[in-house]
């Protein structure tokens, strides 16, 4: 299995279960603010929020709360200043953590998470640390009902750099500056687009079982419960088992 296809398959099935358990609004409506102020407020010229609309209706978020918060992002209505920033993580078993945060009190936040990072067996990193062992790469997800052959000319003519079959979804790798395009692609040639987000893949990966597996993912959750963290990549590489099984 490709590296990006193992990143991918890992993510989902994480997905699936941090999807049962509940995740916060808070998360999706901060997204959304920062989308809007950084790129405007209209879905057909900024991907990024089109894709942060996605994600708020595929969270049954009410469509009154979805535009209040593009409003405050733009500065229709009054809003919290939110900031990015990516901190870097020595995990368990030797992994490798970016945590993508937004934020209206830096300090706050970054003392939190040193908390719960130490609290889990790992370090926080210096800038530059472990941002390296990551790649920027868009990604794309297709039922796998779909034609292949037609699928892979599609994408593959519009910029893609490869699809591969993971269980339920067909996977397009593209670059990052290309996941627009390929996605209108797909759409205009009749495609059912699942999900088109930009991911942070590891560029290898760390096979972890036993207690080195339940700690990485111990901090994981740990991280994803905090309501300015959105998103968590790692390099672990870990069975499926034991992640359904957590």
């Not at 991918?8 to 603010?33: C, H, N, P, Q, Y």
């Not at 700690?215 to 968590?232: F, G, K, N, P, S």
Request: hydrophobic share 40%.
């Amino acid at each position: 299995m490709s590296g990006h296809s193992k990143w991918a398959t890992i993510r989902r099935k994480k997905e699936k279960i941090d999807a049962a358990r509940g995740r916060s609004f808070s998360k999706v409506i901060k997204e959304l603010t920062i989308a809007a102020r950084m790129g405007g407020g209209d879905q057909e010229g900024n991907p990024r929020l089109r894709q942060a609309i996605d994600a708020a209706k595929a969270a049954n978020m009410p469509a009154g709360n979805i535009e209040r918060a593009i409003l405050k992002g733009t500065g229709d209505l009054e809003g919290v200043n939110y900031e990015e920033v990516t901190y870097e993580i020595y995990g368990p078993g030797g992994t490798a953590l970016l945590i993508d945060v937004t934020t209206d009190n830096r300090n706050r936040c970054v003392s939190e998470i040193r908390y719960i990072v130490s609290r889990n067996n790992g370090n926080m990193g210096e800038s530059g640390s472990v941002n390296w062992m990551f790649q920027r790469k868009g990604i794309i997800h297709v039922p796998l009902s779909a034609d292949e052959d037609s699928l892979m000319l599609t994408a593959l003519d519009a910029g893609a750099d490869d699809i591969r079959a993971e269980d339920d979804l067909f996977q397009i790798t593209t670059p990052p500056d290309q996941l627009e395009g390929v996605r209108s692609s797909l759409l205009k040639a009749g495609f059912a687009v699942e999900s088109a987000t930009v991911a942070k893949i590891p560029q290898t990966y760390i096979p972890l079982g036993g207690s080195h597996a339940r700690q990485v993912l111990r901090l994981m959750d740990a991280l994803d419960e905090h309501d300015d963290v959105q998103q968590v990549w790692c390099n672990c590489d870990i069975a499926a088992e034991i992640l359904e099984a957590e």
